[in-house]
């Protein structure tokens, strides 16, 4: 493998690394997110949900920037024809997944997983797929709970990306991300049952 490659991986895994949702709560508010929240999970919606909007969403805009600057910088300076270029894709998320010294305390990836993808425009399939099939899912066929619908969201986001004919690294860094967010999704399973129903209340 080319080292500029290796060293995007490892950028975008450090990156990945930092958990903002979960610092920014605890420095700047003493809420702990992983200890106060129900599913223990370092993410946004714990962090707006225990900390408050500006804290929460202050965690959200570094949450994207630390999957979308790896993925952007790479973009415009390796080959995304080479396969080595879907593990770029995917390091940020990994890192958040299952971060450097915190290996068994990482996220559910969805907030990263969102910045790497930003981080392709101008290529901006693979994005409005992940953002259309959340709107979907939330708003017209709702799934509940938000487990089953971010594994049903990520698991067609893999199957989507093969049908709009994208560079073939990018196609497998999108399935990367996707199971990804999948198994971190299933450790943190409580025995939830799921449930489907049209539109949603309001």
Not at 189 to 198: D, H, I, N, T
């Given at each position: 493998?080319?080292?500029?490659?290796?060293?995007?991986?490892?950028?975008?895994?450090?990156?990945?690394?930092?958990?903002?949702?979960?610092?920014?709560?605890?420095?700047?508010?003493?809420?702990?997110?992983t200890?106060?929240?129900?599913?223990?999970?370092?993410g946004?919606a714990?962090?707006v949900?225990?900390?408050?909007?500006?804290?929460?969403?202050l965690?959200?805009?570094?949450?994207?920037?630390?999957?979308?600057?790896?993925?952007?910088?790479?973009?415009?300076?390796?080959?995304?024809?080479?396969?080595?270029?879907?593990?770029?894709?995917a390091?940020?998320?990994?890192?958040?997944?299952?971060?450097?010294?915190?290996?068994?305390?990482?996220?559910?990836a969805?907030?990263?997983?969102?910045?790497?993808?930003?981080?392709?425009?101008?290529?901006?399939?693979?994005?409005?797929?992940?953002?259309?099939?959340?709107?979907?899912?939330?708003?017209?066929?709702?799934?509940?709970?938000?487990?089953?619908?971010?594994?049903?969201?990520?698991?067609?986001?893999?199957?989507?990306?093969?049908?709009l004919?994208?560079?073939a690294?990018?196609?497998?860094?999108?399935?990367?991300?996707?199971?990804?967010?999948?198994?971190?999704?299933?450790?943190?399973?409580?025995?939830?049952?799921?449930?489907?129903?049209?539109?949603?209340?309001?």
């Amino acid at each position: 493998m080319d080292w500029k490659y290796l060293f995007f991986i490892l950028l975008g895994y450090f990156s990945g690394s930092v958990l903002y949702a979960r610092m920014l709560p605890r420095f700047l508010k003493g809420v702990d997110v992983t200890r106060q929240s129900g599913d223990g999970n370092p993410g946004t919606a714990n962090a707006v949900r225990l900390a408050g909007w500006p804290v929460g969403l202050l965690s959200l805009g570094l949450e994207l920037a630390k999957g979308a600057a790896p993925v952007f910088f790479a973009a415009r300076n390796l080959d995304m024809s080479q396969t080595a270029f879907a593990l770029v894709l995917a390091a940020p998320a990994l890192g958040h997944a299952f971060p450097f010294g915190r290996f068994t305390k990482g996220g559910k990836a969805i907030a990263v997983s969102f910045g790497c993808l930003l981080g392709l425009l101008p290529l901006w399939q693979p994005l409005a797929l992940l953002a259309g099939l959340y709107i979907f899912f939330s708003v017209v066929l709702v799934v509940s709970p938000h487990l089953f619908r971010s594994v049903l969201v990520f698991g067609l986001l893999a199957a989507g990306c093969f049908l709009l004919k994208l560079p073939a690294p990018v196609t497998l860094g999108c399935c990367l991300l996707s199971a990804l967010v999948i198994l971190r999704h299933l450790l943190r399973y409580q025995g939830e049952k799921p449930a489907v129903r049209l539109f949603k209340k309001a």
